[in-house]
């Protein structure tokens, strides 16, 4: 301001109701720090690119300033993290951030907030999970339901999971993510071509009954002594029909992938009605979506006790 032009120092004919105010375009990147995962941590954030990092004290930071923060980063949203110094202590210095989120903004820096250095100490650092979304892939199998398994996070490219304490449990979640609801067979290095790239997971401790890999306890993000000779690998199992997916036990109408179909594509199949029967997959012009009933369907897609149709093509069942 020194620069500017300006009248007298200290000359106005004004009051403090006319006090003027600025609202700075900024640059507040927060990041997570210490945990297993990468979705995972102790809030730290910096004012400026080549500030100092720092954490952020907790005694006013709210749900809707986590899901916030996490939406910065690509996540979908999260949670706070319960617990003292969950995710280690920092030695940075700590801020104090008193934001106002409503819990729909995509930047921290879109919350009206006031901030600066704080006295707090480290176990009062802000610490959320985040929303994960993790994908899979299987690639090098001879067919599209086996392959060695790849996996990454939404910042990551694709690496591999090394075979280390990698058993049917896990495969069995790899499947299920991959829409394989029945079950996997884990394989060992060697069985399919070795990877290039990151090896992001060592010692994977899935239950079995998980929905995703995101799921399962993790022992580190990136932290194992393997080499690509230990990718590990899966062979998915997939039922040729819905009969033989409600035989296994999958009673719930739905979303199936059938092996009966090229490349396992996805069907509809009611469960409800006995049968069971399968639906069709959806209209190729998608005007027809899968969570319609048989009386939706039958008009363009032809009988129940007949022929079924997957756009303009037959497919007998």
Known sequence: ??????????????????????????????????????????????????????????????????????????????????????????????????????????????????????????????????????????????????????????????????DDGFDDRDAQVVCRQLGYVTGGVATVGGVFDEGTGPIWLEELNCVGNESSVADCQISRWESHDCSHKEDAGVSCELEAGCAEYYASGSTTSGVYRLGSLPSGALAYCDMDTPGPWTVIQRRQDGSVPFNRTWEDYKSGFGHKNGEYWLGNENIHL
């Open 1 to 162: 301001l020194g620069d500017c032009p300006a009248n007298s120092w200290g000359s106005s004919d004004c009051s403090h109701k006319e006090d003027t105010g600025v609202v700075c375009e900024g640059f507040l990147v927060p990041r997570l720090v210490g945990a297993h995962y990468p979705w995972q941590g102790r809030v730290e954030v910096r004012p400026w690119e080549f500030a100092d990092w720092g954490t952020v004290c907790n005694t006013s930071w709210t749900e809707a300033n986590t899901n916030v923060v996490c939406r910065q980063m690509g996540y979908t949203g999260g949670a706070n993290a319960a617990g003292q110094a969950t995710f280690g202590e920092a030695a940075s210095s700590t801020y104090q951030i008193d934001a106002s989120c409503r819990g729909n903004e995509t930047s921290i820096m879109s919350c009206g907030f006031t901030w600066g250095r704080t006295t707090c100490d480290s176990r009062q650092d802000v610490q959320v999970a985040c929303t994960a979304a993790v994908s899979i892939r299987l690639i090098g199998g001879q067919s599209f339901i086996q392959g060695r398994v790849e996996i990454r996070d939404i910042h990551g490219e694709w690496g591999t999971i090394c």
